[in-house]
Nanobody
Framework: EVQLVESGGGLVQAGGSLRLSCVASGFIFDNYAIGWFRQVPGKEREGVSCITSSDGSTDYTDSVKGRFTISSGNAKNTVYLQMNSLKPEDTAVYYC??????????????????WGQGTQVTVSS
C-alpha cells in the first residue's frame, strides 16, 4: 500500500521560511513524480510544484516561483518543499501526492493517484 506522510508545517511570520517533507512508502514504481498541492477551506485545491524521479525535472505554479524550491532527499522517496519569503496568502493545508510513470510532471491534481493527509501552514502578517 502506498502511503505519503507530510511534515514540517507550522506557524511562521510573513517573510519567514518553512521546509515541508514528504516521505513515501510502499512504492513499487521505478519512475514516478511527487507533487505538492495546497488548499484553503472553501477554495479549490491548487498545484504548487512537482518533481520527477527519472531526471529531477521540476515545475512550479507562478505564484511561488523564486520563493519555493522542490527537491529530492538522499533517502529514496523523500521530497522536500523549501518555502522562503512566505506570505499570508501561502496559508493553507499542504498535501503531497504521487503518480507513477515517466514524463514531465505538472502540478495538476487529477494526474496524481496517491495523497497524504496534509500539513497546515499558517503565515501571519
Amino acid at each position: 500500500e502506498v502511503q505519503l506522510v507530510e511534515s514540517g508545517g507550522g506557524l511562521v511570520q510573513a517573510g519567514g521560511s518553512l521546509r515541508l517533507s514528504c516521505v513515501a512508502s510502499g512504492f513499487i514504481f521505478d519512475n514516478y513524480a511527487i507533487g505538492w498541492f495546497r488548499q484553503v477551506p472553501g477554495k479549490e485545491r491548487e498545484g504548487v510544484s512537482c518533481i520527477t524521479s527519472s531526471d529531477g525535472s521540476t515545475d512550479y505554479t507562478d505564484s511561488v516561483k523564486g520563493r519555493f524550491t522542490i527537491s529530492s532527499g538522499n533517502a529514496k522517496n523523500t521530497v522536500y518543499l523549501q518555502m522562503n519569503s512566505l506570505k499570508p496568502e501561502d496559508t493553507a493545508v499542504y498535501y503531497c501526492a504521487a503518480r507513477d510513470g515517466l514524463g514531465r510532471c505538472l502540478p495538476i491534481d487529477y494526474e496524481y493517484d496517491y495523497w497524504g493527509q496534509g500539513t497546515q501552514v499558517t503565515v501571519s502578517s
